[in-house]
Structures are given as structure tokens and as C-alpha cells.
């Protein structure tokens, strides 16, 4: 049965899982203006990525910090800071695990747009004026990171 919140669903759930890095120098957060993908394009959005098939979360974060914008993680890096559990606007949802690492140039070596054919620029935000045309996933993991709690939900009201 439906309900007007909740269309009717079949088949098997889907819930692809996500992995976030919050990359953090202080108050301010990187962040990537996505460009040419269909997907979220003039939006900026956390470094981030579906798992692949038989991938660790805490693999894929790093492949995602390292494919996207050059950031080595290692040792005890990443944080796992919490889950957002997200519906698109198609009415999907998501599972996203938000990643926090705190900035360290020589450990991490210097952020750089590494998929320019994905992405405009990359920059720093003060995570409280983040920009208007941030993605609302993104926005969601950062609230849930800086509410401190551990499952968020997003787009489920």
C-alpha cells in the first residue's frame, strides 16, 4: 500500500552505497564545482563515489580522495563521522558514508582538480557559508558531520 509520502515499491531494495570525504583545514571544507558529468553539473560537491564491487568503504574513500582531487590518505585516515541515509530527487535512495580527514599538505600533498574532464575547479569553504549551488547530499553529510549525528536522514520528509 502507499501512502502520499511513500510511492508503492517493487522488486528487491536498491540502496547504492556512497563514500564522502570531508577534507578539513579548520572552519573551511574542500569542496569540487562538477562540470560535464549529468549528474549534479554546477554544483559543488564533497570528493565522493559509488563503492565498487568487492571495494571497502575505507578503499574506496581512499581511490575516490586520490582519483578526484590527488589526496593520499593512509594509516589511520580516514574518520568514518556518519551515515546519511538519502532520497533523490528520482525518489532513490542512497546510503552515504561521511569520511573526515583533517588537512595536512605534507602528509596529504596539495588538493588539485585531478579529473578535469569531471570537475571546473575545486576550493576551500567556511562550513558555514558553504556556497549556494552546494549538492544537497553533500550539504546533508556535512550537517550530519557537524550536528554530530551518526544517521541523518535527507530527503526522506
Request: net charge negative.
Amino acid at each position: 500500500m502507499s501512502t502520499p509520502h511513500q510511492p508503492e515499491q517493487t522488486g528487491s531494495p536498491q540502496h547504492p552505497v556512497d563514500v564522502f570525504l570531508l577534507l578539513l583545514d579548520g572552519e573551511q571544507v574542500l569542496l569540487a564545482l562538477r562540470e560535464g558529468t549529468g549528474y549534479a553539473d554546477g554544483q559543488w560537491n564533497a570528493p565522493s563515489g559509488k563503492l565498487e564491487l568487492g571495494e571497502t568503504a575505507v578503499a574506496g574513500i581512499r581511490r575516490e580522495a586520490a582519483e578526484e582531487v590527488g589526496v593520499r590518505l593512509d594509516g589511520d585516515e580516514p574518520y568514518l563521522a556518519a551515515t546519511v541515509h538519502h532520497r533523490n530527487r528520482d525518489g532513490q535512495g542512497r546510503i552515504g558514508l561521511v569520511f573526515t580527514a583533517v588537512f595536512d599538505a605534507g602528509r596529504h600533498g596539495e588538493p588539485i582538480n585531478a579529473e578535469p574532464h569531471k570537475c571546473a575547479k575545486v576550493g576551500w569553504f567556511p562550513l558555514a557559508e558553504l556556497p549556494a549551488e552546494t549538492d544537497r547530499y553533500t550539504r546533508a553529510c556535512i550537517t550530519a558531520w557537524r550536528t554530530r549525528t551518526p544517521l541523518y536522514l535527507s530527503g526522506w520528509q
